[in-house]
């Protein structure tokens, strides 16, 4: 095959390419699906792959570019949808082959707007079972292989096989979801960028539910302005999510590359610094050149949302409400990491899920007075970088205690229902990226977005690519 000089490419990139006659849609379709086939049978971040669909795509967008239809940055883009969206005709699993009947009738609302900008779908990734995980390991479908060490790490979870087809060259972007940091997770243990929106941005129809009080949809890509560009085809009202309606869209592309001179950004000093603190005070230092205003804030009600002694449950709860007949019939066939975590929601009553949903909207609401004087707030995507799967899987504790280590960064975010980008800010000595995360108040993902873009441009971790060799195959560019 040779090299494949298209496959890191950013959106952005390529779109100017394919408009300029240099790169045909076919053509990039075409050797995506090549270095799939190559890298993926040792990345096993794909659960299916639609060749036939995404040349007939393809093709549909080169006769359209070719006729002066353009469509937007979009046109002509290959990308892999997390097999939590529908996508008509083909099966939503959920990440358990107890769902391998279970063929979509139409498109989601996500896949069905990517569809109207003219993306060409290469397939579908992988997820933790039911997205109830944020180490990414599943061993019911198989666990997506981290690019960036040759021993199998975690990949983050649950959006993990999209987080490892982005970071691997295999898709320019692919879609995620996120109720408790499972776009940012894989995002920062795979070092590219994920974005989190605010419930209510963007429609979750036709996406199989973990928990719909936390639940949001966001894009994995290589660029923050990638991220961007797909976002803004996202947003919108649906009337088939309530929490759209009344949720005017907004431009986050006009003020994307403005810079961070005046912005107020602080250190998040309450609950998030552990294991990563030196790349992230270095990440501060970066912003401070730029001429942000950089301080350090107190935020009570993070460390408030996850010492809620019956948090936990929250997520569980609402699982087990999607998910009661696998519970109730086929429990012993689900995995052993799943199961037996989710079953515990039925223990929360009505009466305390009540509360507890009480609780946080007061959180909520204060956590913007708590904010009201920063624009951003900057902390660690993970508490700590990704580990070897085999210490991790090792026993359960072992990754109960992991779950809670890459997920409680973010899952506070969640539980806040703030927005937030990750990005790439670093790496271990072993060589594994370290994730920078920027939150902002619900609803400005454009101020997230804009700081986010102002550091990556600042620096060069985002141009880092993993070593493939150890995949064996010989025949693409590595």
Known sequence: MGATPDAFGSIAG???????????????????????EALD??????????????LADARAAEHALKGGADLGPLHGIPYAAKDLFDVKGLATTAGTRLLAG?????????VRKLTAAGMVLLGKTCTVQFAYGAVGINHDQGTPHNPWHPTPHAPGGSSSGSAVAVAAGLAPMALGSDTGGSVRVPAALCGIVGLKTTVGRISRAGVYPLAWTLDSVGPLTRTVEDAALVYQALQGADVRDETTVGVAPH???????????????????TLFFDDVEKAIREAG????????????????????????????????????AVNAEFLDTHLEALDPVIGPRMITGRTLSASDYFALLRRYAALRERVRWTLG????????????????LAVIDS??????????????????????NLCAVSVPCG???????????IYATPFQEDVALRVAYAYEQATEWHKRRPDLAWTGAARVAV
């Not at 986050?252 to 590359?257: D, E, G, M, S």
């Not at 401070?288 to 949302?305: C, K």
């Open 14 to 36: 390529l779109a100017a390419r394919l408009r300029t006659g240099g790169l045909s849609p076919v053509t990039l379709a075409e050797q995506l699906m090549e270095r799939i």
């Open 41 to 54: 049978k040792r990345l096993r971040s794909f659960i299916l792959v639609t060749p036939q669909r995404a």
């Open 102 to 110: 279970n063929v979509a009738r139409e498109d989601s609302a996500v």
């Open 251 to 269: 431009d986050v592309l006009r003020r994307l590359k403005d810079g961070v001179k005046g912005v107020r950004i602080a250190f998040g000093e």
């Open 285 to 320: 230092r970066v912003f401070g050149a730029l001429g942000a205003h950089l301080e350090s804030v107190a935020v009570p009600e993070a460390a408030e949302a996850w010492a809620e002694a019956k948090r936990p449950l929250l997520i569980a709860a609402e699982a087990c």
């Open 373 to 388: 004087d920063v624009d951003a707030l900057i902390v660690p995507t993970t508490m700590i970088p990704a580990r070897p």
């Open 395 to 416: 026993s359960f504790e072992r990754y109960l205690e992991h779950n809670v280590k890459y997920h409680r960064n973010a899952g506070v975010g969640n539980l806040l």
């Open 427 to 437: 790496f271990t000595a072993e060589g594994l990226p370290i994730g920078l995360m």
